[in-house]
């Protein structure tokens, strides 16, 4: 099924769909680009689609503005160029932690972004870890939300970090279902960090709900690390609390500004992202999700055609 598909990228999807088109043996068209010199973005695809569907790959960040207009183009150029129908794969998609009005007058911003997504001739959708999954409820047609904690738990594996003495930690309680999928594929315990506030001092520490992390190896899971500052101050309350050692593992690491300095003074030992972002930090580990993502494809096929 999956060969029934065309891989279709701009700069902004380019490395990951390459990965992607191996995985599936499918054709890559690479589309040209430029900018005008307005500013506004130009794609063309040099061939036609010969399959049905042509799945879009585009990855949000950097240049989060441009890649969703870039995807809109390239939805719209697909269904000109022959295909039937067009599936999405946004490996990081931007917008989503604006996914209600905390003030009034905002957007729903996410909820915006898919809706034009879906207007420009996006038929189906899929993104990987998404910051919350009801916000795929946003997009007016077939979704799928990649879980990437196989490939967290093959990274682990990876350096070393199975047995007793390791715990899987979500810095919140939104990453609790995460740090919970990590931990079974391990076989190891997990937990979430809650809030605590002295009553009589008033102090507000972290520590986990349920888990001793005394003497133990700590990962932190996460959706995003941004600014670093999450995952640098769990990790100091982990350290207060006797934890041996702390890592970190994320599947979307944008390290804006200084986060990797934040991350190193608050003695975090590893960091590791996956593949949605093409270009990590020197010194920050990089495992795949494009083998989850290939494996969701035929699934999404059968609900656009
Ligand atoms: C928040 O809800 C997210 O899950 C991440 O914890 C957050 O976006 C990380 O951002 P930063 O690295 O800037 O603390």
Not at 67 to 76: G, N, S
Not at 285 to 300: E, N, W
Request: net charge neutral; with cysteine; charged share 25%.
């Amino acid at each position: 099924m999956a060969k029934e598909v065309t891989i279709i990228a701009g700069p902004h999807g380019l490395d990951f769909a390459k990965t992607l088109a191996e995985k599936l043996q499918a054709p890559l068209i690479r589309a040209e680009s430029k900018v005008f010199p307005d500013g506004e973005t130009y794609v063309r695809l040099p061939s036609r689609v010969e399959t049905a569907v042509a799945v879009v790959v585009a990855t949000m960040y950097p240049g989060q503005n441009d890649a969703i207009v870039e995807a809109m183009l390239l939805a719209e150029a697909s269904r000109g160029a022959g295909a039937k129908a067009v599936i999405l794969v946004a490996p990081y998609m931007a917008y989503t932690r604006q996914d209600r009005r905390f003030l009034d007058g905002e957007p729903i911003s996410i909820r915006a972004v898919l809706k034009a997504l879906h207007a420009a001739g996006v038929d189906g959708f899929i993104t990987v870890d998404i910051h919350k999954e009801a916000s795929l409820a946003d997009f007016p047609g077939p979704s799928l939300n990649v879980d990437p904690s196989p490939a967290i738990a093959e990274y682990l594996k990876s350096i070393g970090y199975t047995g007793d003495d390791v715990v899987i930690i979500g810095p919140d309680k939104g990453a609790l279902g995460r740090a919970e999928r990590v931990a079974s594929k391990l076989g190891t315990s997990h937990d979430y960090l809650e809030k605590f506030r002295d009553r009589v001092t008033g102090e507000v520490t972290y520590r986990p709900k349920t888990v001793e992390v005394k003497g133990k190896r700590v990962v932190l899971v996460d959706d995003i690390i941004s600014t670093g500052g999450t995952i640098a101050k769990a990790a100091r309350m982990l350290y207060e609390q006797g934890a041996k050692e702390v890592v970190a593992v994320c599947t979307h690491g944008l390290f804006v500004s200084n986060a990797l300095e934040k991350l190193s003074s608050a003695k975090v030992k590893r960091v590791a992202a996956s593949d949605t972002i093409p270009r990590l930090p020197e010194g920050v580990d990089k495992y795949s999700v494009v083998g989850l993502v290939a494996d969701s494809i035929d699934y999404m096929v059968k609900r656009v055609l």
